[in-house]
């Protein structure tokens, strides 16, 4: 049975993320590298290291969990109304993550860290699409809806810097409901949002742990777009590599 409605995974669905968020500590550490004694790499495996593991120590990281929020988008996340608690940490957190990124090539300089901080924040604020996103979006003639994790703050930052805002009828981001993927409320939000039975929307996403799995707890069907990172494939859930295979798996 075709579909009444779709709805969309954002982050390494439509717009690439960790690839630019790597990119990003690159360039700080490339930068932090001019005239000083440190390998650039090695400074940008480190600082995503230490975010890692400060992350987990966080004090709202259980909360984080929760809504899908990670350690390398609080690194740059313009926190806004109602995520004042993430902004009271924002600095200090930001801040650690390069002092201790540093210390590891027995390097001490607060000053240093404090810039690092800031230009991570200033390279990271990209989002590119995926090559066939606009192709596709353009392309549908169903009702479109978003169904995405994290701080509304930063998810409606990527909506808005990528152009994809103007393709969604629905939009509904974890932090502002408080539940993430793969619990279905957002998913079941967005179908009733969207006016349609859930058991007739079909679910776009890469991570099969939260996308596909909140699709199905809800009663929808899934399709899983692979872009290459690890994960453990779903069984009898379409695979695509690209967007454009969504039409085969509409008119089949």
Avoid at 54 to 62: C, E
């Amino acid at each position: 049975m075709r579909p009444k409605a779709l709805l969309f995974d954002l982050d390494e669905t439509l717009i690439l993320d960790l690839p630019v968020s790597r990119w990003a500590l690159q360039g700080a550490s490339y930068r932090a590298a001019e005239g000083r004694a440190l390998d650039p790499l090695r400074l940008a495996k480190e600082a995503e290291a230490q975010a890692r593991r400060l992350w987990r120590a966080h004090p709202l990281a259980a909360h984080s969990e929760r809504i899908g929020h990670s350690a390398l988008e609080g690194l740059w996340a313009p926190y806004g109304s109602g995520e004042e608690a993430y902004a009271r940490h924002a600095a200090s957190y930001r801040e650690a993550v390069w002092t201790e990124a540093l210390k590891a090539q027995d390097l001490r300089d607060l000053g240093l860290a404090s810039e690092l901080a800031h230009e991570f924040a200033q390279l990271r604020r990209r989002y590119p699409l995926y090559p066939e996103t606009l192709e596709v979006l353009r392309g549908l003639d169903l009702p479109l809806g978003l169904v995405t994790n994290g701080v509304a703050s930063l998810q409606r930052t990527k909506l808005e810097g990528s152009g994809l805002a103007p393709y969604f009828q629905v939009v509904i981001i974890s932090g502002a409901l408080g539940l993430g993927k793969p619990h279905p409320e957002p998913f079941l939000q967005a179908a009733r949002a969207l006016g349609v039975e859930a058991s007739a929307c079909l679910m776009v996403g890469d991570r099969p742990e939260r996308d596909i799995a909140g699709a199905h707890a809800a009663g929808m069907r899934a399709v899983w777009v692979d872009r290459g990172f690890p994960a453990e494939a779903p069984l009898g859930v379409p695979r695509m590599t690209s967007l454009r295979e969504l039409y085969s798996v509409l008119n089949s």
